[in-house]
C-alpha cells in the first residue's frame, strides 16, 4: 500500500513540471529593457520612460517611486504583478504582451490618496540614454 502511495505522489509531482514546460517562455522574459514609449490615452501624448527591468512596466503609475514588486503569475500568456510604495500608494497590474516590442498593461491601486485604473499601451523604441 505505501508503494502505490508513492508512486500516486510521483506521478503527481511530474504532471505540473511536465504542464509548465509546456506552456512555453514566461512573459516577462519576452520584454527586453530599453526606451519603452507608454500611451495613455489617444489624446494624449505619449511619455518615454526607460526600463531596467521588465516588472517596471507594471507601476507606471508610481514609477519613480521605490517600490517592492511580487510576481502572482508569470507564463507564456500574461503576468500579474502587485506591488506597494511605502508612502505613496500600492498598485496591480497585468502585463500583456503583443510582440516582444508591444506590451498592454492594464492597472489599478491607489497614488495620492486616489484610486486609480486604466490601461496603457507601451512601445519599445530604442536603448536608453547613455547605454
Known sequence: MGAKLILIMAAGA?????LAAASGPSV??????????????KDA??????????????????RSAKCSRT???????????EYSCPGEGFGHSKI????????????????????FAYTIHAKRVGNCPGH
Open 96 to 115: 500583456r504582451v503583443i510582440t516582444p516590442r508591444l506590451v498592454r498593461v492594464e492597472t489599478q491601486g491607489i497614488a495620492d490618496y486616489a484610486p
Open 45 to 62: 501624448p505619449p511619455t518615454q520612460l526607460c526600463v531596467a527591468e521588465p516588472p517596471l512596466l507594471a507601476q507606471v503609475e508610481h
Open 28 to 41: 516577462l522574459s519576452q520584454i527586453a529593457p530599453g526606451l519603452w514609449e507608454i500611451s495613455r490615452a
Open 71 to 81: 510576481v502572482l503569475r508569470n507564463d507564456s500568456a500574461s503576468a500579474v504583478i
Open 14 to 18: 511530474v504532471l505540473p513540471l511536465g
